[in-house]
Each structure stands twice: as C-alpha cells, then as structure tokens.
C-alpha cells in the first residue's frame, strides 16, 4: 500500500474539518470503551493477566527463530507449506504463483491487515483473479475504493447512508435500506461468492509452534468459509504472530476479545492445523502458510523497540487514543493507524517516510493503560523520536533551540539571567497581543488558547525575601 | 509525623517563569506541617522538552545538572507531575549504560515526589484542615495519573475540606492536549482535544478546576479564556494553601467561647 505518512499534517488537519468523521469517530469510540470497560471490570483480575500475557508474548518473541522452526516443523509434518517471504513483493509473487500452480481464478479473503501491507488485492486483480473480501466491513471498503481505518473496524468512518448509497449502486439495492437489510444484501451476495471461490486468503490472530495450528478469530462467520470452502488455503501471516505453546492461548484469546470488542468470546475461533484429512468431510485440500518479514526482523533487532511485535492487535491503543479519536485511521496514512501504527509504521516503511508520527501524540499514556500485552507505546514513540533526532531529520531552528536550552540548563546563572531577560519581553507580548503578529509556536498556541500573563514577583525574589537561609549553594 | 522532616523544593521553570503563586502555596502548606524547606538556587528545568522532542543528548546534561543541585537531598518535592516523571520515571533510563550513575539516579527517583504525593504518601495527610467555599472539579493530569498513579489521594484532600463540594469530571483521566510540544507542532489535533475537555469541565458545574499540574493547567486555562468561560484554574496547592487561609479567617471571625 502506498505509504503518505509523511502527509500526516495535512490528512489529519482535513480529517478534523470533517464533521461527520468526528461524530463517528467519538460514537464508536464511545461504545469500544464502554464495552471494554464493562469486559475488564468483569474480572477482578485483570491486570495480573496482562502481566502474564506481557510474560508470555515477551517470551514467544524473544524465541521467535526457534518458535518458527517448530511450527514449520509440525505443520509440515501434516501436510502443510510454509514459505519465508523477505518483503512484500516476494509474498506476493510467492501467493500468485501458489495460486497459479492450482489453477485458482476466484480467491476470497478474510479479514486481514498484513494483506493490505502489502497491497495483495491490487497484485492479485491486476494479474486477472477475481478477488473478494468476506468480511462485512472490508466488503464495504472494497466496493468504495478504500482502504481500512481501524484494525478491527475497517468501515468504522463509513455511515449507514454512505453503506446503503454504495451496495444501491454495486449491488442494486434500495437506497434507503436499513442496516439489518444491508446485512442481508451483503450476505447473500458473498455466500454466492464463498461458494464459488477456489482460493481462499486469510491472515492469522496467532500461530502456534507446538502444535503447527492456525488460529484466526472473528464474528461473522466470514473466515471459517474462506477456508473451509475453497480448494485451498492460504494464511498470510506476519512472524510475530507466533506463540510456543497451545495453552498460551488460553489467556491471550481473553485478552484480545475483551480488549478488541469487549466480547468474553467471539462467535467463532478456528483452529486450523491441516488441510482436509482423509476422514473430514470439509476443508481444503492444501494449506500453505506465508510468513511476511516486510521489518517486524529489523524491529526484533532493536531492543528497545522489539515489544512492538507483541502487539495482538486488539485495536484497544486506537479506540482509547485522543488523537485517533480526533483525526481518524486514514490520517496515519497508511496500514495501522493509532499509537501502535505511530510505533510499527516508521519501521516497516522507513522513519524518513513516517517521521511526523511518533511527533503526534502528546504522550497521555491511555494507550500504554489499556494495552493487554503492556507495550510501553509512549516510551517507545519517546524512542522514535530520539532515532529520528539522531537520524539528522529535526529543523535547524528546533536543533539550535535544544542547543541553547541545555546550555541554560546546566548553567544556573545564564539560567537566571534569561529568565529575568525574558520575563518582561513575554509580558509585552502577552500584553499586547503580539502572539499573533509574531508568528510561529506563540501564534500556533494563541489560536485557541490565551496566553498567561506573568504574575508580578518571580518565586527566586519572594524566596529571597521570605528566607535567608534557604540557598543550599550558589 | 513530620516532625524533622526535610525537603528540598524544585520549582519547575514554568512555575518560576509564569506561577510563582504555585511555589509560594506549595511553601505555605509544607511548612504548616513543620517541613523544614530548601530552594537551592542553582536548579533550572527537569530537561523534559528535551527528552520529549527526542534530543537525549541535551536532557541528559540538564539531568546531569539536576543530580548535581538535589543529589543529597532527604526529599525532592516539586508541583509538578509532569517534572517529577521526567525524574522518576526517565531519568534512570538515560543512563542506563553507566551503572554508577543510573544508580544515583535511581536513588534520587527513590526521594523525588510530586507534591500531593508527599503530602499524602509522606506526610501521611488524608484530612486537610481546612474549608473551601468553591464548587471545585479535578482533572487527572497524565504524567500523574499514569506515570505515578496519583489518582485518590488529591481528590481525599479536596474531599476533606470543610464545605469541600467536589463535582465529578466527566472523562477525568482523558487528556487536555496539551503535551508539550504537541500543543504547538500539532495545535488543531491539540485544540480538538482541548475542545473536548473543556466541554466536560462546563458540564461539570464547578466554580473552579484543579490539577497537579501548572501545564496542564495554563492549557486549560487558555482555553477556557478563549472562549470567555467564567471558571478559575487552580493549583492543588493553591486551593489547599487558601483552605488554611479560609480556616484561619473563619477562626477569627468565630466568637471566643
């Protein structure tokens, strides 16, 4: 997909002009933290559980190459393909020719964001497959022309209106539909669809090595078609979805309903260790499994970057994020919007590509708060930003600026002296309302904000007066 | 309790700059417990919009410089959230490749605490003596809500205020937008955020709004300006330094038995 990261300012300034992304942005925001918050308060115990899942996915990542192996291992053992791809055209040329050697012409998919990293549906229609997505919000977006806003919510900035406006015009139904008729429309239309379909594409919430399984999770019912019903089955994956042991995940499918939709449990969980087997009556009759490198190996080098890759993307970062909240998925400007996309975006596409990201958040820390697997998202935005500084990439004005300041910093005279320079020339300012005049942050800030005038006596001056035996030094 | 205890106050540089009445009210209650209190002069800036606009470097020497004023401290007590994160929480981190320093600082960490912290976690004060005659509502700051889980106890010391009418903030814990930099770098997202907040503080009905922090509070405070809001933003120290001189007038007033 392409990358427009670098756009962030202007996509986001657009994004806030756009009243109706706001309203649905605040009402489904609104309910994803109410129904979490209903889902954690559930269990008394909840934050000694993200302690383990942290334990858990720290561990499954650490053990990554070692955890690979083994699932290759024992998929293969039944059956399976696994392929290695570095980045995202050898997944795509590795997928086309899969689907090539099985003569497959109608591919449908689930639900799966690493896909869009690599723009596999454009790959795919452009060398003459037909390709579909089955799930309801992606469908949506497919026949729009978009991309997804939200990790688990494709459509979330789309209204019922736009909904019924599209399927009238692809699908020919009443304008006016409402939302459980549109649902129907969509449903027939993608049975029909499933049922034709000789390939089927998902990606996966987690891969087990112990026991070589698939594992996807979902509500509509959509991922269990695509791989059920066609003659095969491919799982882009992402190779830190990995996890070593089958009890593992115990805790973390938990974690991720509860922290994605609230949900104790979604409708299905599939458990995919094989292709049909000779005594089952469904299923497809090969299973391949591609791994997409694509950065998550560079991530895995950085130490202080590499927890990351724990993210099961719930999409709990985004629904709990102010910023998100204001500007929308598509700000972000590319796959994965919100703190977690601030973080992993500069790495797979290059920080000179995405260097405004981890600069747009004021660091509340809500993201960190509700994250199930503990990603300290602010510590490593703050770690972003020091690579992008160390990288050369900030202005000469903000390097000059950090110059002068630490040399005040560390130097309590030159300190002084600057305070009691800048005091009165603030006040004039403030005064008589030049902030606007003058231009840059001061005139940034006065827009919607006042500026404080400065009360009469400093602190050092009344101190001096109150005491004299409080300099310690000096 | 705080009989013998010493402190040594960091008056962060937007108190110093732009809110002494902070410093001077933070002074007025610590020392109606008997802390005996220390303003080393030398001390400037905890380093932090260095560090939060990604030039380690430079918050380093600031840090640096901020162990050499407060290294021997019994207590570091600052008004400020945000500036005491910056030492408890990043400091250590900076210097996490020489071990003898990131041992100083996690022993400073260790002594440094935001005002309403020691207060309350030092002092051990749950019950503040003094009264209130304003409707108030309390916003949880960032850094002190997440960073050093400073949740119930500011709002015990509002609570226990004589005619304390605490009004409850819708959406409390959500961020004003302010952040540093963010606040300029990306001021319509910020000013989105703000817009929110101040939505909520309006809803609440209170006379004034009250936080741990000077930043947080002089975005508000912009903003509630802007719009041409009636409600005063003030300090936690401010308010509970004005509860003791609320009690002390009400006194007099009072008849001699």
Redesign the interface.
């Given at each position: 997909m392409k990358v427009r990261s670098d756009q962030f300012s202007r996509l986001s300034s657009e994004a806030l002009q756009d009243e109706f992304l706001r309203e649905a942005l605040a009402r489904a925001n609104a309910s994803f933290q109410d129904a979490r918050g209903d889902a954690v308060d559930s269990m008394p115990d909840w934050e000694a559980l993200r302690q383990q899942a942290h334990e858990i996915k720290n561990r499954a990542i650490e053990n990554l190459p070692e955890a690979l192996d083994a699932f290759e291992k024992n998929i293969c053992s039944r059956g399976g393909e696994v392929h290695y791809c570095e980045d995202g055209a050898a997944a795509r040329d590795t997928i086309l020719s899969i689907i090539r050697s099985h003569d497959g012409s109608s591919v449908t998919k689930s639900k799966s964001m690493v896909t869009e990293e690599i723009a596999l549906n454009d790959h795919l229609e452009a060398a003459g497959l037909s390709v579909l997505e089955g799930d309801l919000g992606e469908y949506i977006i497919q026949l729009a022309g978009e991309h997804p806003s939200h990790i688990i919510a494709p459509a979330i900035h789309k209204s019922r209106e736009e909904v019924a406006e599209l399927f009238h015009e692809h699908l020919g139904s009443d304008p006016k539909a409402d939302i459980p008729e549109l649902t129907r429309v969509a449903q027939r239309t993608l049975r029909e669809a499933f049922l034709g379909a000789d390939i089927g594409i998902s990606g996966a919430n987690f891969v087990v090595s112990e026991t070589g399984t698939i594992v996807l999770v979902e509500n509509e019912g959509n991922i269990r078609m695509s791989t059920t019903i066609p003659r095969v089955h491919i799982a882009l994956v992402g190779i830190e979805k990995v996890v070593p042991r089958l009890e593992d995940l115990a805790l973390l499918l938990r974690l991720l309903c509860r922290s994605a939709t609230g949900q104790r449990v979604t409708s299905y969980i599939s458990f995919i260790s094989s292709a049909r087997t000779p005594a089952e009556g469904d299923g497809p009759e090969k299973i391949y499994v591609v791994f997409l490198d694509a950065g998550r190996s560079r991530l895995w080098a950085d130490p202080g970057q590499r927890a990351a890759l724990n993210c099961i993307r719930c999409g709990a970062c985004l629904n709990f994020c102010p910023v998100y909240g204001s500007v929308g998925g598509h700000s972000y400007g590319w796959v994965y919007p919100g703190p977690i996309g601030s973080v992993i975006t500069p790495h797979f596409v290059g920080i000179e590509k995405a260097s405004q990201l981890p600069q747009a958040s004021s660091l509340c820390g809500r993201c960190a708060e509700v994250c199930p697997v503990k990603i300290p998202l602010p510590d490593m935005l703050l770690g972003l930003r020091a690579k992008a500084v160390e990288a050369g990439s900030a202005g000469i004005v903000e390097r000059f600026s950090m110059r002068v300041f630490s040399l005040l910093g560390r130097s309590p005279r030159l300190w002084r002296f600057a305070l009691a320079c800048g005091r009165p020339v603030y006040k004039l300012v403030a005064r008589a309302g030049l902030a606007s005049v003058l231009g840059g942050p001061l005139r940034r800030w006065n827009r919607s904000r006042g500026l404080p005038l400065p009360q009469k006596q400093g602190f050092r001056s009344w101190w001096r007066a109150e005491t004299k035996k409080g300099d310690v030094d000096d | 309790m705080s009989e013998g205890k010493r402190a040594?106050i960091f008056?962060t540089?937007l108190?110093?700059?732009?809110?002494?009445?902070v410093?001077?009210a933070m002074?007025k209650v610590l020392r109606h417990y008997g802390v005996e209190?220390?303003?080393?002069?030398?001390?400037?800036?905890c380093?932090q919009?260095?560090?939060?606009?990604?030039?380690?470097?430079?918050?380093r020497?600031?840090a640096?410089?901020f162990l050499d004023?407060f290294e021997d401290s019994e207590a570091v007590v600052s008004p400020s959230g945000s500036c005491v994160a910056m030492v408890k929480e990043?400091y250590p981190g900076l210097f996490s490749e020489d071990e003898e320093l990131k041992s100083r600082f996690d022993k400073l960490a260790s002594r440094t605490w935001e005002f309403s912290q020691y207060l309350t976690e030092v002092l051990g004060v749950s019950d503040f003596p003094g009264s209130s005659s304003e409707s108030l509502t309390w916003h949880d700051c960032?850094?002190s809500l997440?960073?050093l889980g400073i949740e119930e106890g500011p709002r015990k010391l509002l609570h226990s205020l004589e005619g304390a009418d605490l009004r409850e903030l819708e959406d409390s814990?959500?961020?004003c937008?302010?952040?540093?930099?963010?606040?300029?770098?990306?001021?319509?997202?910020?000013?989105?955020?703000?817009?929110?907040k101040l939505a909520c503080i309006e809803k609440s009905g209170a006379d004034c709004l009250v936080a741990t922090d000077c930043s947080c509070l002089?975005?508000m405070?912009?903003?509630l300006?802007?719009t041409g809001s009636g409600i005063r933003t003030r300090h936690l120290a401010e308010v509970l330094a004005g509860a003791l001189d609320e009690k002390a007038a009400g006194l007099q007033q009072e008849p001699a038995p």
């Open positions: - | 040594r008056i540089c108190v110093d700059f732009l809110f002494p009445s410093g001077r002074v209190l220390e303003f080393p002069s030398g001390q400037t800036c380093g919009p260095a560090f939060n606009a990604g030039f380690q470097g430079q918050a020497e600031v640096l410089h004023v990043y960032c850094h997440r960073g814990r959500e961020c937008g302010f952040g540093g930099l963010f606040s300029v770098k990306f001021d319509e997202i910020s000013s989105q955020m703000l817009k929110n002089m975005h405070a912009g903003g300006e802007k």
